[in-house]
């Protein structure tokens, strides 16, 4: 559905600066009806690639297609504009217009747009859209009267309302309080999926991309990490990078001391500050390399009786959080940070027993971070 090949933009130099590579050879392909999110802080580029998709960015070199439409290539000097992509776009300020009422706000694009329609069937595919958000009894109701999440709504019912053939979301929850956005982003991915368009998110917030996206890229300084699936990209991240953007993470320095075979799985011998360690072997680095196992808070096994990776250490901090406790705990001078049940009484100076299932170690060479 999309593909975009090595996508690069390059900001001139002012005022003296160096110039700014915004994009930096971004690949990545999105599949027909894919919810598919751009994830990464801010300045890494995510609005960049969407701008260039939407038509309101130029980029400095690559191509981009849209379906069986090139919409830009820097060699052939094609770029189409925004107007004639057919996308529907969600900004993050939903760009509702005051003076107008739900409807008219909706049939805006019907109305001045590349495809116009007009009388009984420009309203029967707004009261459509407007079906389609919960919205069509507020049809007639001026916008500035609408809560937040109905001032969404009508963004999302106008973007849909000519049948785009992709949907651009430039991280449309972010002003919404954080009930509101965690009910709506239930909804709008539901509403999305139904509709079956192909939808690209863009969204600094890792809470809002794993759950609703079929396929993240994590994006950095221009480049992109990894494409994945969430459960992907948060049990195996590609470096340190990835595992302490998705979630948090355990970053412990280590070497690579040996390899074995065990139940037809490749595992490699660690030395680490606390003591061995065992995990699931990574083929890109080598004997006697010095790289990073990266764990999770929520990898360990209290009191766990594993014949690998089994630790002593003692409690050195503590905090209830409602739902999970968080531990630091100490083992041979080492910090790690453990995430343990509500119900744990486990107190600051406990000296306690755990394990972490080679599994769940995860190897990442240091020239990745």
């Known amino acids: 559905m999309l593909s975009i090949k ?3 933009k390059v900001y001139p130099a002012r005022g003296g600066a160096q110039p700014v590579d915004a994009l930096r050879g971004v690949d990545l392909k999105v599949e027909q009806g894919e919810f598919f999110a751009l994830l990464g802080p801010s300045g890494c580029g995510k609005t960049t690639i969407l701008q260039s998709i939407a038509g309101l960015e130029m980029p400095t070199s690559g191509d981009i297609v849209i379906g069986d439409k090139t919409v830009f290539d820097a060699v052939a ?17 939903y ?3 005051p003076h107008m009422t739900v409807f008219d706000n909706v049939a805006f694009p019907l109305r001045h747009g590349r495809k116009r329609a007009s009388g009984e069937e420009l309203r029967r595919r707004v009261m459509a859209a407007l079906e389609r958000v919960k919205l069509a009894a507020f049809a007639n109701r001026p916008a500035p009267h609408l809560s937040g999440g109905q001032q969404q709504r009508v963004a999302i019912a106008r ?11 430039d991280e449309p929850l972010s002003n919404l309080d954080a009930r509101l956005r965690d009910a709506m982003r239930e909804e709008l991915r539901a509403m999305v999926k139904e509709l079956g368009i192909t939808t690209i998110f863009v969204t600094h917030d890792q809470v809002e991309a794993m759950g609703m996206a079929d396929r ?22 590609r470096n340190a990078f990835v595992a302490n953007f998705i979630g948090r993470s355990n970053t412990v320095e280590v070497k690579v001391t040996g390899t074995e075979t065990s139940n037809g799985r490749t595992l490699q011998r660690l030395a680490a500050p606390m003591g061995e360690l065992v995990a699931v072997a990574n083929p890109n680095v080598s004997l006697g390399d010095e790289v990073l196992c990266i764990i999770r808070p929520q990898a360990f096994v209290l009191g766990g009786v594993d014949a690998e990776n089994r630790f002593e250490g003692h409690v050195v901090s503590r905090s209830f959080l409602g739902d999970h406790v968080e531990l630091d705990v100490a083992i041979a001078g080492v910090i790690l940070r453990i995430v343990a049940g509500p119900y744990d009484t486990i107190s600051v100076g406990s000296r306690i027993s755990l394990s972490i299932p080679y599994q769940r170690c995860v190897v990442v060479a240091r020239d990745r971070v």
């Open 95 to 97: 760009a509702i217009w």
């Open 6 to 8: 090595n996508l690069t």
């Open 159 to 169: 973007a849909i309302v000519h049948e785009p053939r992709l949907l651009l979301l």
């Open 216 to 237: 993240i890229a994590i994006i950095d300084q221009g480049r992109i990490m990894q494409i994945g699936q969430p459960e992907q990209i948060y049990f195996s991240p």
């Open 77 to 93: 000097g094609q770029f189409i504009p925004a107007a004639q992509r057919h996308l529907g776009m969600v900004f993050q300020s």
